[in-house]
């Protein structure tokens, strides 16, 4: 006898920021039942393997580099800093929540919660094992995965990503990471400090390739400058093993010669791709690219009532977004008001040593939007003498006419934390003069920004 399908006011399909987002606003906003469907990963990505415990990584990193580097210069004798993998992985899962507690928590809270495979076997059913689940309002928020490049021999050679490098409990002699996109760079330099030999290749011009070229460039001197390798516009063509070591053969995209390139492990960190398989999105007609989810500015998808949000649309892959989107997907589908979406001022940051922030345009989106553009910038702080620091940049993109700040973009140690504050500014439609005109503290990273204002022609 056919199972009676359970119903609810609003389903979703993941648990991660978006799923827990969109179930919290719906619950408390409009008193909506809610049930919760992951497969994986209980907390989804952030917490679990990649926000939280990638950016522990770098603090012990960066420990090790100041105590090890910056302690001798300035009279801190320590007889120099051993890290041990071990111990740091397992300080690190000391931070994570465990799995069974999510599923608690949200039990508590009153969603209904379901570990296994979702499939759609209608516009509002979806399966779950034996379980039918039924609802006019269905969110897809299943997240990505890492994408694997087209490299002969990969599979074969072995491959770790962002999640299995932090469960090594040893650090390899060397390491080729594959992508300089945010996540290549930071555990590059995460294991390079760690006592790794690294070298970054990406296929693309140059490391950070969505960032302000002129950062990007600042940044890649700076990770130069400790030693790490840097190679762009170079493909990996296949990988073989030969004994303990991994050997990539690199071609240059201009055409010279292929190389080979030696290390004992291969991280990729070359992109994502979004968690679709075995959801049956043909049979409720959710149109989908191999880049994810189709949505509009409402994170409606092209199937009535059914919305899609975080990763698993790969509009723009940040936890906050995936928050953004899903309050957004809940206003929309509980008939609110809800605006559009507006990802105009995103700030965003890189959280290598330094760090590289940026919100708003790049000096070359505002040449190519067309504007008369103008550049305020300064490369050095006070504060910059305190940590050693040999390479910042402090940028401001602005319009000529009005002069409204149009874009900010920071290399610097809290660069994150400079850009964030300063992106109100941008939203505000301030002027470089604003800034300019701004009190500051001193000494902080943050000065830089109103020294570029002043500096502005």
């Known amino acids: 006898m056919a199972r009676m399908a359970e119903r609810f006011d609003l389903i979703v399909l993941g648990g991660g920021s978006a799923a827990r987002d969109a179930a919290n606003t719906a619950a408390r906003k409009h008193g909506a039942r809610v049930a919760l469907v992951e497969r994986e990963r209980w907390g989804g990505s952030c917490p679990n393997v990649a926000c939280k415990p990638t950016k522990a990584y770098l603090v012990a990193a960066e420990l090790v580099r100041d105590i090890n580097e910056l302690g001798p210069r300035i009279g801190v004798e320590t007889g120099g800093a051993r890290l041990e993998l071990a111990r740091v992985r397992a300080w690190k899962e000391t931070l994570k929540k465990p799995q069974d507690r999510w599923v608690t928590e949200l039990s508590d809270q009153g969603f209904a919660t379901y570990t296994g495979e979702a499939s759609f076997l209608g516009p509002r059913q979806v399966r779950v094992g034996e379980l039918v689940l039924e609802s006019d309002r269905v969110l897809v928020a299943t997240g990505s995965r890492t994408a694997v490049p087209p490299i002969d021999g990969?599979?074969?050679?072995?491959?770790?990503?962002?999640?299995?490098?932090?469960?090594?409990?040893?650090?390899?002699?060397?390491?080729?990471?594959?992508?300089?996109?945010?996540?290549?760079?930071?555990?590059?330099?995460?294991?390079?400090?760690?006592?790794?030999?690294?070298?970054?290749?990406?296929?693309?011009?140059?490391?950070?390739?969505?960032?302000?070229?002129?950062?990007?460039?600042?940044?890649?001197?700076?990770?130069?400058?400790?030693?790490?390798?840097?190679?762009?516009s170079v493909l990996v063509q296949s990988?073989?093993?030969?004994?303990?070591?991994?050997?990539?053969?690199?071609?240059?995209?201009?055409?010279?010669?292929?190389?080979?390139?030696?290390?004992?492990?291969?991280?990729?960190?070359?992109?994502?791709?979004?968690?679709?398989?075995?959801?049956?999105?043909?049979?409720?007609?959710?149109?989908?690219?191999p880049g994810g989810i189709s949505v509009?500015?409402?994170?409606?998808?092209?199937?009535?009532?059914?919305?899609?949000?975080?990763?698993?649309?790969?509009?723009?892959?940040?936890?906050?977004?995936?928050?953004?989107?899903?309050?957004?997907?809940?206003?929309?589908?509980?008939?609110?008001?809800?605006?559009?979406?507006?990802?105009?001022?995103?700030?965003?940051?890189?959280?290598?040593?330094?760090?590289?922030?940026?919100?708003?345009?790049?000096?070359?989106?505002?040449?190519?939007?067309?504007?008369?553009?103008?550049?305020?910038?300064?490369?050095y702080v006070t504060r910059f003498s305190y940590v050693d620091e040999r390479h910042g940049l402090f940028k401001i993109?602005?319009?000529?006419?009005?002069?409204?700040?149009?874009?900010?973009?920071?290399?610097?140690?809290?660069?994150?934390?400079?850009?964030?504050?300063?992106?109100?500014?941008?939203?505000?439609?301030?002027?470089?003069?604003?800034?300019?005109?701004?009190?500051?503290?001193?000494?902080?990273?943050?000065?830089?920004?109103?020294?570029?204002?002043e500096k502005a022609s």
């Open 154 to 232: 990969i599979d074969e050679v072995g491959w770790i990503d962002h999640v299995s490098a932090l469960e090594l409990t040893e650090v390899p002699s060397s390491l080729l990471v594959v992508g300089a996109g945010a996540v290549g760079l930071e555990l590059g330099q995460i294991f390079s400090r760690f006592g790794a030999r690294v070298t970054i290749v990406d296929g693309l011009e140059r490391i950070a390739p969505a960032a302000d070229a002129e950062a990007s460039e600042t940044l890649a001197q700076a990770l130069r400058d400790e030693g790490i390798e840097l190679a762009t």
């Open 296 to 379: 509009d500015d409402r994170l409606r998808t092209s199937a009535l009532g059914i919305w899609a949000a975080g990763d698993v649309n790969a509009v723009a892959q940040f936890t906050p977004v995936a928050q953004y989107q899903a309050r957004i997907a809940v206003a929309d589908m509980f008939d609110e008001a809800a605006v559009a979406a507006d990802y105009s001022v995103l700030p965003t940051s890189i959280f290598t040593d330094p760090e590289l922030g940026s919100v708003g345009l790049t000096e070359e989106q505002a040449r190519e939007h067309g504007y008369d553009v103008g550049i305020g910038r300064n490369a």
């Open 397 to 453: 993109v602005f319009d000529q006419g009005d002069r409204k700040v149009l874009g900010l973009h920071v290399v610097a140690r809290n660069a994150g934390e400079v850009v964030q504050g300063f992106s109100l500014g941008v939203r505000l439609r301030a002027t470089v003069d604003d800034l300019a005109a701004m009190h500051h503290i001193y000494p902080t990273f943050g000065e830089g920004l109103k020294a570029a204002a």
């Open 239 to 289: 990988a073989r093993r030969d004994g303990a070591e991994a050997v990539a053969t690199i071609a240059p995209r201009d055409g010279s010669d292929p190389y080979d390139v030696r290390a004992e492990a291969i991280l990729l960190a070359s992109g994502r791709v979004p968690n679709l398989e075995g959801l049956n999105l043909e049979v409720v007609g959710v149109e989908a690219t």
